[in-house]
């Protein structure tokens, strides 16, 4: 029991540090209200849905699944690339389209997490 307190301790401080640095770094994520709530929630839907490709926690050993990097890979742009790849997919690619397979919200609760774990370098 103190084990998985522990871990959920670490989590809440690693989501709130992600927060702060996105909130530092600039991005559109600085620029709308941050919802802790929609970020945990996002951070677990995406362990469960999106890891198995782009790795847990969004961090991939292959830089191009590797979603922390979204800004530096596309810049103002990131967020836009965000959403065209997961409504259209890149079926090439093996992206599958998630417009219409995940809720919205869902997908928004996504974002929110993969905004705050963005790198600068």
Same mark, same amino acid.
């Given at each position: 029991?103190?084990?998985?307190?522990t871990?959920?301790? !670490?989590?809440?401080?690693?989501? #709130?540090?992600?927060?702060? /640095?996105?909130?530092?770094?600039?991005?559109?994520? #600085?620029? #709308?209200?941050?919802?802790?709530?929609?970020?945990?929630?996002?951070?677990?839907? =995406?362990?469960? $849905?999106? /890891? !198995?490709? @782009?790795? *847990?926690?969004? /961090? *991939?050993?292959?830089?191009? $699944?590797?979603?922390?990097?979204? @800004?530096?890979?596309?810049? *103002?742009?990131?967020?836009?690339? =965000? %959403?065209?790849?997961?409504?259209?997919?890149?079926?090439?690619?093996?992206?599958? $389209? %998630?417009?219409?397979?995940?809720?919205?919200?869902?997908?928004?609760?996504?974002?929110a997490?993969?905004?705050?774990?963005?790198? *600068?370098?």
């Amino acid at each position: 029991m103190q084990a998985c307190k522990t871990i959920r301790q !670490h989590c809440a401080a690693g989501l #709130a540090a992600g927060l702060l /640095a996105a909130l530092s770094f600039g991005n559109a994520v #600085a620029h #709308a209200a941050v919802d802790q709530e929609d970020v945990s929630r996002g951070h677990e839907l =995406f362990n469960s $849905t999106c /890891a !198995h490709c @782009h790795g *847990s926690d969004a /961090a *991939s050993f292959d830089k191009r $699944t590797d979603l922390r990097r979204l @800004h530096i890979r596309y810049g *103002s742009k990131a967020e836009e690339e =965000f %959403w065209t790849t997961v409504n259209n997919g890149r079926l090439d690619k093996g992206m599958p $389209t %998630w417009k219409g397979v995940i809720p919205e919200k869902d997908l928004e609760s996504i974002k929110a997490y993969v905004f705050t774990v963005q790198r *600068s370098k």
